[in-house]
């Protein structure tokens, strides 16, 4: 058997520098909170005091849907049936309007309620597991919980599932024995023993990008681990000691979070660092974590027991770096964003100095996205003077958030210049640019290799500033042709070439 490789490496949390309250009690009060979940549509569901109740716009308000005959343990499935577990078994398909009650796997048998008792994959399928004394057994409903076959290990409890793609991977305690990691690749019909997992594992999240986090109960031996192998090694993050980590979840931008004996920690760099995410939480230690497509989260707490959720001061783009370069009598911006939320895009704003912003572009954004992107604009519109820039980023909804400005102080633009056409050669639009660095009469006209003038583009008096032209050369036949820019005393003449 192979032994496990546990490769240390430190990572120290920091506490939490967003001033303002991240989290809020949730009224009225819903006393001794037990499960809590988030539907596919985005609807909240707490059990608490033998009673589900739910909320459809983000825990300012609460109704019963069902009242309960004993504590209860609940599950969303990604199909959007909802599975709770009240003996009997029930399910509803309309977001909890209505129930039906499901046959139990085995008759006469219990539910285990810790930790996991009932999860779902990302097919829908339902695995529950039963407590029938001595034994405990796992299984599994292919049909919305009309039938069940066992899948389950040797009468062993199962602590928590997780899933990517096909393949499962469950933790199992062996009676008197311990811990392990089993693998599945045809859904829990044969499992295969993994390399030993550190001990007191108690939840597991297999993250977007591949990363699998594991937290512990107890931290005598190290409380969060990571396996970047899908389980066969894992990485203790020391210097980390939160008393136990009890959920572990991750939202859409990628963040991942902790419910810890010492509230929630929160990582926006795959695991890197940790902050504490604690502002407005007043009671600890956290038991359970949801999250919402829209970025709420909620949360349920110990001693006392209450239920929280965060006020949305979720930023749509994080927007990592913003510059810009001079180059020659243009300026290029470059941006970088680690994630995005519902981003339209960014319009790139201008200023120079006493004068009010305006738009000169825009960006399409990458929609939602936990992959770094990168995004650059060219103004060519430039001339000597400083210059602001900002960006304005657009959400979906109609929202918007701008970013900080950066200034840029543009030189030496002192010279006459006169561009070579583009495209050329071309038929039949093309474009001359050409810049002029002080106020000058200026003439660009368009002659054949005759020296005959075929056409005038510019003539008027102009200021100082980078211009550009186009060229329709849809009269013109096939041939050579010359262009001459004259401002002042300077004089410049390129050729172009049209081809029908």
């Known amino acids: ?63 019963l849907v069902f009242p309960l005959a004993n504590r209860c343990a609940f599950s969303t499935s990604p199909t959007g049936v909802l599975y709770l577990i009240d003996v009997p078994l029930r399910k509803s398909t309309d977001e909890g309007n209505t129930w039906t009650t499901l046959s139990m796997p085995i008759p006469a048998s219990y539910c285990v309620f810790e930790p996991n008792p009932i999860v779902t994959n990302n097919n829908g399928d339902v695995f ?16 919305e919980g009309q039938t069940w076959i066992e899948v389950g290990i040797d009468s062993c409890k199962m602590i928590d599932m997780i899933f990517k793609e096909n393949i499962c991977l469950a933790l199992f305690v062996k009676p008197n024995v311990g811990m392990y990691l089993y693998k599945s690749t045809d859904n829990g019909n044969s499992w295969e023993m993994m390399p030993p997992v550190p001990s007191d594992l108690y939840s597991l999240l297999w993250a977007k990008n591949g990363t699998i986090y594991g937290g512990a109960y ?18 203790e993050i020391c210097g980390f ?42 009671h600890i230690p956290t038991h359970k974590l949801a999250v919402d497509s829209l970025g709420y989260m909620f949360a349920t707490t110990g001693v006392p027991e209450m239920f929280y959720g965060t006020i949305n ?9 913003f510059s810009a370069k001079q180059n020659d009598n243009r300026v290029h911006l470059n941006w970088e964003t680690a994630t995005e939320l519902n981003n339209l895009g960014f319009e790139i704003e201008r200023r120079m100095d006493n004068s009010e912003w305006r738009i000169i572009g825009f960006k399409e954004g990458k929609g939602t996205t936990t992959d770094r992107q990168y995004y650059s604009f060219v103004d060519e519109n430039i001339s000597n003077g400083k210059y602001h820039y900002r960006l304005k980023q657009l959400d979906y909804d109609g929202t918007f958030e701008y970013s900080n400005t950066i200034e840029l102080e543009i030189l030496n633009i002192n010279n006459f210049s006169l561009e070579q056409n583009y495209p050329n050669p071309f038929n039949p639009l093309t474009t001359i640019k050409y810049k002029i660095p002080e106020n000058s009469f200026v003439t660009i006209k368009v002659y054949d290799v005759l020296g005959n003038e075929v056409t005038t583009l510019v003539n008027v008096e102009k200021s100082a500033d980078s211009y550009e032209v186009e060229i329709d050369g849809t009269g013109f036949p096939s041939g050579i042709y010359f262009y001459k820019l004259q401002a002042g005393s300077f004089v410049e003449t390129k050729k172009m070439v049209i081809i029908k």
């Open 241 to 282: 000691n939160p008393d136990g980590i009890f959920d572990i979840v991750e939202n859409q931008l990628g963040h991942i979070f902790l419910a810890t004996g010492y509230g929630v920690y929160r990582s926006t760099d795959d695991g890197d660092s940790w902050n504490h995410y604690n502002a407005g939480l007043f």
């Open 313 to 321: 001061i979720t930023i749509p783009v994080e927007i990592l770096s």
């Open 1 to 63: 058997m192979k032994k496990m490789l546990i490769l240390f490496f430190c990572v120290f949390p920091f506490s939490n520098s967003i001033a303002q309250n991240i989290w809020q009690e949730l009224l009225p009060p819903v006393v001794n909170p037990f499960s809590i979940a988030v539907s596919n549509t985005g609807n909240q569901f707490v059990e608490f005091e033998t009673n589900l109740i739910r909320s459809t716009d983000n825990g300012q308000s609460w109704e």
């Open 128 to 143: 529950i597991q039963m407590e029938n004394y001595p034994s405990r057994d796992l299984y599994r409903s292919t049909d």
């Open 218 to 235: 107890q931290c005598g031996s190290g409380c969060l681990f990571v396996s970047s192998d899908s389980g066969m090694t894992w990485q």
